[in-house]
T-cell receptor
Framework: KNEVEQSPQNLTAQEGEFITINCSYS?????LHWLQQHPGGGIVSLFM???GKKKHGRLIATINIQEKHSSLHITASHPRDSAVYIC??????????FGQGTRLTINP | DTEVTQTPKHLVMGMTNKKSLKCEQH?????MYWYKQKAKKPPELMFV???????INESVPSRFSPECPNSSLLNLHLHALQPEDSALYLC?????????????FGPGTRLLVL
């Protein structure tokens, strides 16, 4: 069993839909990260959180430390949101353990 | 400047070649990372440098040799690679904080070993 599990692995939705991607982890963490990777490779860090909730534009990330669970929400989804979303947990100051990623496709 | 740059973008090399990947950042970050990513898989950590010293080596084969000549530069020297080493090599940097910090990733070098 992976230390970081994401669901779903693949998600296809229509433009405008509310999107939720889930991440569960089984290890102690210093922080949890949500990353976005577009085709072509570049990775962008979306959020780093250790408690509660963070919001940036149409993106919202939440974490429940007791339940070892985090969610990434996208409101009013758009085709440009199509990407792979990766959950990663920090172990210590510098090591990240990655989930397998969720491939999101938003159709116009 | 909030950018991590990597050169080259693409590299094709034979199994007997020696080549180097280069990564640069000017954000004052004192931690720098090399990751390897195979298609449709998450990145795998290879090396971490903290204050120009190697702090994490994830049991990477010796045909990969990292070097951190100064706080802005990170190199990955490649020698006698195998075809299975073909992958996207990502560099990242971050501040050094006890609880971890946001990592900034470069665009990657796509490596093909023939």
């Amino acid at each position: 069993k992976n230390e970081v599990e994401q669901s779903p692995q693949n998600l296809t939705a229509q433009e405008g839909e509310f999107i939720t991607i889930n991440c569960s982890y089984s290890v102690g963490i210093s922080a949890l990260h949500w990353l976005q990777q577009h085709p072509g490779g570049g990775i962008v860090s979306l959020f780093m959180l250790s408690s509660g909730k963070k919001k940036h534009g149409r993106l919202i990330a939440t974490i429940n430390i007791q339940e070892k669970h985090s969610s990434l929400h996208i409101t009013a989804s758009h085709p440009r949101d199509s990407a792979v979303y990766i959950c990663a947990v920090g172990q210590g100051a510098q090591k990240l353990v990655f989930g397998q990623g969720t491939r999101l496709t938003i159709n116009p | 400047d909030t950018e991590v740059t990597q050169t080259p973008k693409h590299l094709v090399m034979g199994m007997t070649n020696k080549k180097s990947l280069k990564c640069e950042q000017h954000m004052g970050h004192r931690a720098m990372y090399w990751y390897k990513q195979k298609a449709k898989k998450p990145p795998e950590l290879m090396f971490v440098y903290s204050y120009e010293k190697l702090s994490i080596n994830e049991s990477v084969p010796s045909r990969f040799s990292p070097e951190c000549p100064n706080s802005s530069l990170l190199n990955l020297h490649l020698h006698a690679l195998q075809p299975e080493d073909s992958a996207l090599y990502l560099c990242a940097s971050s501040q050094v904080m006890p609880g971890g910090e946001t990592q900034y990733f470069g665009p990657g070098t796509r490596l093909l070993v023939l």
